[in-house]
């Protein structure tokens, strides 16, 4: 889907153009170190965990938008600093894994009980885990076989935008249909791009 990755790629450079590298230049003069801004995303993602367990949608959203800067900016400081590493990288990327899970089972353990209790709200968590385990699997076993396998529509920053916003708006149960519908058919889409791509043996 080459329009959608331009599109992406686009987005990604204005960013990094206009917010990352003065937010980036701002915590490497307040001394974060990459490996700093990876624990503090994810530490604050485990507190929106929380908060959307609650119910408190509004400051969960808030707090995954602030976790979900730390997670664009510790790379950037990484490579400003000259100290890339493949530790940092795999840190960076476990942990990533590891703050959307927190969420999604937050949201799911909201549902599970009181007032609002959904059990399609908790199924949709769940598939939305697999999904979103899937989307990030299926690139790390295409690159590991020689192909980009970066094809889809619900990468990490749609994701992560989809939640914010769901969640600042009170709408939690339509952050769950979208990434328990979403994300697999991202998975199967980018699955078969990268299936596509390999060369027949």
Same mark, same amino acid.
């Given at each position: 889907?080459?329009?959608l990755?331009?599109l992406?790629?686009g987005?990604?450079?204005s960013v990094?153009?206009?917010?990352?590298?003065?937010a980036?230049?701002l915590?490497?003069?307040?001394?974060?170190?990459?490996?700093?801004?990876?624990v503090?995303?994810l530490?604050?993602?485990?507190?929106?965990?929380?908060?959307?367990?609650? /119910?408190?949608f509004l400051? /969960?959203?808030?707090l995954?938008?602030?976790?979900?800067?730390?997670d664009? =900016?510790? /790379?950037g400081?990484a490579?400003?600093?000259n100290?890339v590493s493949?530790?940092?990288?795999?840190?960076d990327?476990?942990?990533?894994?590891?703050?959307?899970?927190? =969420?999604?089972?937050?949201?799911g353990m909201?549902?599970?009980?009181?007032?609002?209790?959904?059990?399609?709200?908790?199924l =949709?968590?769940?598939?939305?885990?697999g999904?979103?385990?899937?989307?990030?699997?299926?690139?790390?076993?295409?690159?590991?076989l020689?192909?980009?396998? !970066?094809?889809?529509?619900?990468?990490?920053?749609?994701?992560?935008?989809i939640t914010?916003?769901?969640?600042?708006?009170?709408?939690?149960l339509?952050?769950?249909w979208i =990434?328990?519908?979403g !994300?697999?058919?991202?998975?199967?889409w980018?699955?078969?791009?990268?299936?596509r791509?390999?060369?027949?043996?």
């Amino acid at each position: 889907m080459p329009d959608l990755q331009s599109l992406r790629y686009g987005l990604r450079g204005s960013v990094t153009k206009w917010f990352e590298r003065p937010a980036v230049s701002l915590l490497i003069a307040l001394k974060f170190t990459p490996d700093a801004a990876t624990v503090v995303g994810l530490l604050i993602a485990l507190v929106a965990a929380y908060f959307a367990s609650e /119910g408190e949608f509004l400051i /969960g959203g808030i707090l995954v938008l602030i976790g979900s800067v730390f997670d664009l =900016l510790d /790379g950037g400081i990484a490579r400003a600093t000259n100290s890339v590493s493949k530790r940092g990288a795999l840190t960076d990327s476990v942990f990533d894994r590891l703050s959307e899970i927190a =969420l999604l089972v937050g949201l799911g353990m909201y549902f599970t009980s009181g007032v609002d209790a959904n059990q399609r709200g908790v199924l =949709l968590a769940y598939v939305a885990v697999g999904g979103s385990l899937m989307v990030s699997y299926v690139r790390a076993r295409a690159e590991g076989l020689g192909v980009k396998g !970066t094809a889809g529509f619900l990468t990490r920053p749609e994701r992560v935008v989809i939640t914010v916003v769901c969640l600042v708006a009170g709408y939690p149960l339509v952050a769950l249909w979208i =990434l328990g519908i979403g !994300t697999p058919l991202s998975a199967a889409w980018r699955f078969v791009d990268a299936w596509r791509s390999i060369d027949s043996e």
